[in-house]
């Protein structure tokens, strides 16, 4: 076992043996209020409804739950959207093939800056406290503009790994109001239960991560909310259960039972009147280890922006189950394809396209689930700048951005997502 994996806490069952029935499966998660449904499936009754046993494994990075998942230590994982579009493209340092069929929900994401970040912000361009997400990129811009003339260290910002929707979403952020995340900012890698001490010690000038860390820093003071996931893209699948596709053709009757778990998981979890049962359970030092209050306003979509009182309400910040939240979806895993072309980790070709949309399975839940909430989950992607997503022609969506790398491969280099890079 390396050092990396004896950080790791098990929590639950045994660990799986030769000989072991399927139908025990051990999980592999990050502490974050997105893996509730998981959580609540263990710990609420679901999966032993179903006659499963999950094992829930908390782990310390994404790249560490990606190499667990590929060396058969998991065999399911909370993964980050993007994580099985990149393992079928077969991009990162320790690709292996990776099926999506469940989304665990959408929203929770939320980009935090400093404050004496923010308040630079304000006091160049006169941004008020409720200004919006596109504003705010805009006003970073012009502060970063500033900066330059002064020959001033650009900010350096995190985001929890180079294949996560965090990182996607901060790039279309920061771009959305002209700036270039591979040449203004300088983006690293922060497992997001780091985060806000990272902010509070100078490390880090801002981050994009899943909550409750977002609250956490700006209750501490330290930071400031300045967009949420809904602000870029409303609808978009946040995280997954990953697995092997060998895996999953090996144990149909398990993934099926597995399904169904999850379903009635994610159905609990979306009900207000769990909320409170679900933010004590979750605050525990076995899953998240946070303040419970805080996680109980994250759920509820209440949270506060920054320490001087200033809050925000966003209706279903968290769903868990509703609008099609679970189904996934082929078309959001070529808008994440094309992001990955955008930034330069690859390059189009249709049969990477047909890999990329391969890795979202709608077929694996609807085997369980039928097509129910298929017409919910298709709608049109919209964001924040007003774009929408062309799925048939991604070339030419790419190419109309005017922020993207220009040469492939180039914010590969930049973001230097090789195994030390990742954790």
Request: proline fraction near 6%; hydrophobic fraction near 45%; include cysteine.
């Amino acid at each position: 076992m390396t050092e990396r994996e004896d950080k790791t806490e098990r929590i639950g069952s045994p660990a799986l043996g030769r000989g072991v029935d399927r139908r025990h499966l051990r999980a592999g998660f990050i502490p974050l209020v997105d893996a509730s449904v998981l959580i609540a499936a263990a710990e609420m009754g679901f999966a032993g409804a179903e006659g499963l046993t999950l094992d829930l494994v908390r782990d310390v990075s994404w790249a560490n739950v990606r190499d667990r998942l590929a060396f058969r230590q998991f065999d399911i994982a909370h993964m980050l959207s993007p994580m099985p579009v990149a393992a079928m493209l077969g991009l990162g340092s320790n690709p292996s093939p990776t099926i999506a069929p469940f989304s665990l929900g959408r929203g929770g994401n939320a980009i935090t800056l400093s404050l004496r970040l923010y308040e630079r912000m304000q006091a160049l361009t006169g941004l008020e406290d409720g200004a919006g997400a596109l504003d705010c990129a805009r006003a970073l811009n012009a502060l970063l503009i500033e900066m330059r003339k002064r020959d001033e260290t650009p900010p350096t910002l995190g985001m929890t790994y180079p294949f996560s929707s965090h990182n996607y979403e901060f790039r279309y952020w920061l771009a959305a109001g002209g700036i270039d995340p591979d040449r203004d900012v300088r983006l690293v890698v922060v497992p997001p239960p780091l985060t806000p001490d990272a902010l509070a010690s100078g490390a880090i000038d801002g981050f994009c991560v899943g909550a409750p860390w977002n609250m956490i820093a700006s209750e501490r003071g330290i930071g400031r909310i300045v967009a949420t996931k809904q602000d870029i893209w409303p609808d978009a699948p946040e995280k997954v259960v990953g697995m092997r596709p060998q895996w999953a053709e090996s144990n149909r009757e398990t993934v099926q039972a597995l399904l169904l778990a999850l379903d009635a998981a994610a159905r609990w979890c979306d009900q207000p009147e769990n909320r409170k049962t679900l933010a004590a359970l979750l605050a525990t030092d076995r899953y998240i280890d946070a303040p419970e209050d805080i996680i109980l306003r994250v759920l509820s979509g209440e949270f506060a922006v920054d320490a001087k009182g200033n809050t925000r309400v966003i209706e279903n910040y968290f769903t868990f189950h509703a609008r099609g939240a679970n189904r996934p979806v082929p078309r959001q895993a070529l808008w994440i394809y094309s992001q990955m072309i955008r930034w330069g980790q690859t390059t189009y070709s249709a049969a990477a396209a047909e890999a990329a949309a391969h890795a979202f399975r709608p077929d694996l839940y609807e085997a369980a689930l039928g097509p129910a909430g298929a017409d919910e989950s298709e709608g049109e992607a919209t964001f924040m700048d007003g774009r929408t997503f062309d799925s048939a022609d991604i070339a030419a969506y790419v190419e109309a951005f005017n922020v993207r790398a220009i040469l492939p491969k180039a914010a590969a280099s930049a973001l230097q997502s090789s195994k030390d890079f990742e954790q």
